[in-house]
T-cell receptor, first 115, second 116 residues
Framework: ELKVEQNPLFLSMQEGKNYTIYCNYS?????LYWYRQDPGKSLESLFV?????AVKQEGRLMASLDTKARLSTLHITAAVHDLSATYFC???????????????FGKGTKLSVKP | KAGVTQTPRYLIKTRGQQVTLSCSPI?????VSWYQQTPGQGLQFLFE???????NKGNFPGRFSGRQFSNSRSEMNVSTLELGDSALYLC???????????????FGEGSRLTVL
């Protein structure tokens, strides 16, 4: 059974600092997704990582995937208050052609960026 | 392009009642998935439909059911509601193309169900 673990679960940062959120998963998969959720809102897709070594960047966020280590990281550079949200990683237990709607989510990392 | 639309956004029911939630996917998306989000259990997969067929099902009791229509719109139903069914129910759609499929899900705003 695929399990996804994120750490830390809570992260309080100061503006301008850098930090990394880690996402480990238990069985082989080459499809990993990062989502952002603001309080009371839905999930917004941030990154889609589909192969070993994939790296994607958008603004102050950069995500990477190491399928051999079963690890993805979400790196935050020079954090700003607007990045405060809960970040989820999700892993697909199926490859292309299989069921794609069944993602296994981590518990989420609640990020708070303070001035 | 309109996003995923869910109705109703909020609803309050009492134990023993049943509820039906509706989801309209992004135009052109034929895969619709449902998730339950609670503070304790997090995001849990309920089921996925593709071309009116249930393609996968999560580990939920039979009180939870769903269906998909020919226009890809989907409904989920929860019968005999229990207090523990209080949650945010999220619908997601995705565009499936064999051989070039990212599996990216696009979520709606959710239906927040409170069971009293």
């Amino acid at each position: 059974e695929l399990k996804v673990e994120q750490n830390p679960l809570f992260l309080s940062m100061q503006e301008g600092k850098n930090y990394t959120i880690y996402c480990n998963y238990s069985t082989t998969s080459d499809r990993l997704y990062w989502y952002r959720q603001d309080p009371g809102k839905s999930l917004e897709s941030l990154f889609v990582l589909l192969s070993n070594g994939a790296v994607k960047q958008e603004g102050r966020l950069m995500a990477s995937l190491d399928t051999k280590a079963r690890l993805s990281t979400l790196h935050i550079t020079a954090a700003v208050h607007d990045l405060s949200a809960t970040y989820f990683c999700a892993v697909s237990p199926s490859g292309d052609g299989g069921s794609q709607g069944n993602l296994i989510f981590g518990k989420g990392t609640k990020l708070s960026v303070k001035p | 392009k309109a996003g995923v639309t869910q109705t109703p956004r909020y609803l309050i029911k009492t134990r023993g009642q049943q509820v039906t939630l509706s989801c309209s996917p992004i135009s052109g998306h034929r895969s619709v998935s449902w998730y339950q989000q609670t503070p304790g259990q997090g995001l849990q997969f309920l089921f996925e439909y593709f071309s009116e067929t249930q393609r996968n099902k999560g580990n939920f009791p039979g009180r939870f059911s769903g269906r998909q229509f020919s226009n890809s719109r989907s409904e989920m139903n929860v019968s005999t509601l229990e207090l523990g069914d209080s949650a945010l129910y999220l619908c997601a759609s995705s565009y499936y193309r064999p051989g070039a499929n990212t599996g990216e899900l696009f979520f709606g705003e959710g239906s927040r169900l409170t069971v009293l």
